[in-house]
């Protein structure tokens, strides 16, 4: 499993429905409006970095109002709540 994070910069008159086009394409898993120099970021888990490619440059860069965007590649996945499991004994 591949997964990315997608942070873009987009129209802010179309962050609303920028973010319920990109919930509705396949592999986006997550849309969270943020601060700072992004206006969006949209968390993406496909099966084969090829997908990811398809994923950014065919369907997300393509939608209307997306000005730019940049991709991170998540190489590895820490959790507080996986590492609560750990140590849960059950009650």
């Keep these: 499993m591949v997964t990315a994070f997608i ?6 008159p179309r962050l609303r429905t920028i973010a319920e086009d990109l919930l509705a394409i396949n592999g986006i898993a997550e ?6 120099p992004y206006d969006l970021i949209a968390v993406a888990r496909v099966r084969e ?3 990811l490619n398809d994923l950014v ?12 965007t940049e991709t991170l590649i ?6 507080k709540k996986d590492l609560g ?6 009650s």
Aim: no cysteine; charged share 25%; net charge negative.
């Design 7 to 12: 942070l873009l910069e987009v129209e802010r």
């Design 85 to 90: 499991l750990l140590w849960d004994i059950g």
């Design 49 to 51: 970095h090829e997908e």
């Design 74 to 79: 998540a190489f590895r996945s820490f959790s």
């Design 57 to 68: 440059t065919e369907q997300v860069a393509a939608l209307d109002g997306i000005v730019g």
């Design 31 to 36: 849309v969270y409006s943020v601060a700072g």
